[in-house]
């Protein structure tokens, strides 16, 4: 008895040699015109270099209907995550601002600290001179 193939579900795509003689890699296009639409293209291939030139598509054309929702689809997640973004450099604003805050803290409480110290070591002075003019008239007392 022969198997039929699954109903509905994809057959594995066998990846062609460019014309370099490469397997060629599979990808997917994103854009507004071809979403989700699969290709193949020349593995040499990388941003503004297309390798050896080879490219074919492997999925058919998407509906116009089912295009213009893809469309509607993509550019409200680029929205979405733009609006991220945005949100993420806000909070990171905020978070450098505090961080400047603290830091300002930080500097105000060891001046602070400081100047304290400073005036305790005055004040122990002080007392040192005057307890040793106290002995010192003491001395001179009993003398
Ligand atoms: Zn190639």
Redesign the pocket.
Known sequence: MRKEPPQGEELAVVAP??????L?RLQTSWTESNPLRRFF?????ERGKN????FVWVDIEMPRRERALMAWLLRTKREVEDQIVVKAETNLVLGTGRLVQIEQLHTLFQTEKLERLVETEMLERLVQTKMVELVGEMVEELG
């Open positions: 040699h460019c014309y370099c003689g490469r060629a293209v020349c593995p040499k291939s390798g050896c030139g080879f």
